[in-house]
């Protein structure tokens, strides 16, 4: 029977939210499938239309349409349905304008002094007042004197695997959990304890034993099983338990990127 626990989870600047989960009972191929889903196939809002009116600064207008692209945003799912209608097929060209895109300007001039900074949250909404970047802070260019950026930009909902300013994580892996087996020709030398760099070997009833914490944190590096003298160790990778550790960009909240995961995997086994 498969069992899933949350052992971690935390709550970062610029709407991120990170989580390690333990896993057991789960062949690695269907884990794969949810991470890779969770790249692939979860409807995100992102830039996709430049239109430069005016850039005189010192990007070229492709690099600075390429940077717009991978600020990530955000939008209330009443004025962007990211997790409903968007991911449809078939929609027709209005009903597509509406619920997924949104029209968003940036405009900026460099003071008469110094230089100016041009950041994520100078970036406005046009049609759609929710939609915003989720962090203000991104750094987009600098202008100098007089320079002017003018700018405006249509955003439309897409999937990570057309492009990856659609990818909605930002660490999206796993690992498999070690186990470690000692053999009847253990003789308790405790020289593998020593030897672990982890210090996650412990020695009871005279035989070396993997503690609680080590199980999180061994990395299968094999270097207690090369330094017992009578090769009564192994160390290897569990076939059905993992820690899987996912975080968010800040599009989507953890719970709808895990539901909008399970929802794309579901839809590609049909």
């Not at 008469?112 to 987009?140: C, H, L, M, R, W």
Request: include cysteine; proline fraction near 4%.
């Amino acid at each position: 029977m498969m069992k899933i626990d949350m052992i971690k989870y935390e709550e970062r600047a610029g709407g991120e939210e990170y989580a390690e989960f333990y896993m057991d009972g789960i062949q690695h191929y269907y884990l794969n499938s949810l991470r890779r889903s969770a790249l692939t196939e979860v409807p995100v809002l992102a830039i996709h239309d430049v239109i430069i009116h005016q850039n005189t600064s010192s990007l070229f207008d492709d690099v600075l349409s390429n940077r717009l692209g991978l600020i990530p945003l955000t939008a209330a799912p009443s004025e962007i349905d990211v997790l409903g209608e968007c991911s449809k097929a078939g929609l027709n060209y209005e009903t597509s304008v509406k619920k997924c895109s949104a029209r968003l300007k940036l405009q900026k001039r460099g003071e008469k002094e110094g230089v100016t900074v041009v950041y994520a949250k100078d970036i406005e909404a046009v049609d759609k007042d929710s939609v915003q970047p989720v962090n203000g802070d991104i750094p987009v260019a600098k202008l100098g004197k007089d320079q002017e950026i003018d700018v405006e930009m249509i955003a439309k909902v897409g999937r990570g695997k057309d492009h990856s300013k659609w990818n909605p994580t930002e660490t999206n892996g796993y690992k498999p959990l070690p186990g470690f087996y000692v053999k009847e020709s253990c003789t308790g030398c405790g020289e593998c304890v020593e030897a672990c760099p982890k210090e996650i070997l412990k020695m009871k009833g005279g035989r070396p034993f993997l503690t609680e914490i080590g199980r999180y944190e061994c990395d299968l590096g094999q270097i207690c099983t090369r330094v017992c003298p009578e090769d009564a160790l192994m160390l290897a990778p569990a076939e059905e338990a993992f820690i899987y550790k996912v975080s968010t960009v800040g599009q989507h909240s953890l719970d709808n990127l895990l539901a909008a995961s399970l929802d794309g995997l579901s839809r590609k086994a049909v």
